[in-house]
C-alpha cells in the first residue's frame, strides 16, 4: 500500500525559528512535490524534486527553502517563520502509477 | 499556462438527488486526478483518468473524461450525507509532474 508520511500533523512554531517539515515516502518515486492550502487560494506549488539532491521552485518559493539527500525523504525548510506561512502544507510523491498525498502538517506561526 | 476550472465552487443538494461537477482544463494533459477533502483532512485519491473516454465508478461517484474537450465530470447517485467535502480535479501535464488543481467543489449533502 502507498504511504506518505509527514512527520507532524500539528506544529505551533514562533516568529524567526527554523521550521523543519518532514516527508518520507516508501514507494521509491522519484519525484517528490511540497503544496500549502490556503483558504481562499488554492493548493500553490512550493517546491518540487525530481531526483536525489534536485530541487526546483514551484509558483511561491520564497520564504522556503527544501532538502532531498535521500531518494525517500524530502524535507521544506523555513528559514525564518513568519505568521503568513501559517497554512496547512501537504506532500505528495509520484510517478507513473498516480500521485500521492501525505497527511498533511497544519502550521501555526504566532 | 496550464488552467483549471471546476464548477460549481458550492453545492448544496438533497440526499437522493443527482448532481454533476465539471472541470476544465487548458491544455492537453496526460491524467487527470479527482480528490476528495474532509475538513482539516489531506486529499484522498477517488480516481486516476488517463484516456479519453475513460470513466471509473466507485460507489455513488462516477468520472469520466473526454480529453477532447478536455473536461472531466464526477457524477453523484443517489447522494447521502457521508459525501459531504470538498472535491478537487488537478490535471498533471505529463507523467509523474506537477498537479495544476481546480478551485474546489465544496459539496454539502442535507438530510
Known amino acids: 500500500d502507498v504511504k506518505v508520511t509527514q512527520s507532524s500533523r500539528y506544529l505551533v512554531k514562533r516568529t524567526g525559528e527554523k521550521v523543519f517539515l518532514e516527508c518520507v515516502q516508501d514507494?521509491?518515486?522519484?519525484?517528490m512535490f511540497w503544496y500549502r492550502q490556503d483558504p481562499g487560494l488554492g493548493l500553490r506549488l512550493i517546491y518540487f524534486s525530481y531526483d536525489v539532491k534536485m530541487k526546483e521552485k514551484g509558483d511561491i518559493p520564497e520564504g522556503y527553502s527544501v532538502s532531498r539527500e535521500k531518494k525517500e525523504r524530502f524535507s521544506l525548510i523555513l528559514e525564518s517563520a513568519s505568521t503568513n506561512q501559517t497554512s496547512m502544507y501537504l506532500c505528495a510523491s509520484s510517478l507513473s502509477s498516480g500521485t500521492y498525498f501525505g497527511a498533511g502538517t497544519r502550521l501555526s506561526v504566532l | 499556462e496550464l488552467k483549471v476550472e471546476q464548477n460549481p465552487l458550492f453545492l448544496s443538494m438533497q440526499e437522493g438527488k443527482n448532481y454533476t461537477i465539471y472541470c476544465n482544463y487548458s491544455?492537453?494533459?496526460?491524467?487527470l486526478y479527482w480528490y476528495r477533502q474532509d475538513p482539516g483532512k489531506s486529499l484522498e485519491s477517488l480516481f486516476v483518468?488517463?484516456?479519453?473516454?475513460a470513466v471509473k465508478q466507485e460507489g455513488r461517484l462516477m468520472a469520466s473524461l473526454d480529453t477532447k474537450a478536455r473536461l472531466s465530470t464526477l457524477h453523484i447517485t443517489a447522494a447521502v450525507h457521508d459525501l459531504s467535502a470538498t472535491y478537487f480535479c488537478?490535471?498533471?501535464?505529463?507523467?509523474?509532474?506537477?498537479?495544476?488543481f481546480g478551485e474546489g467543489t465544496q459539496l454539502t449533502v442535507n438530510p
Open positions: 514507494m521509491d518515486h522519484e519525484n
Open positions: 488537478a490535471v498533471e501535464e505529463t507523467s509523474g509532474s506537477r498537479l495544476t
Open positions: 483518468l488517463l484516456s479519453n473516454g
Open positions: 491544455t492537453t494533459s496526460d491524467r
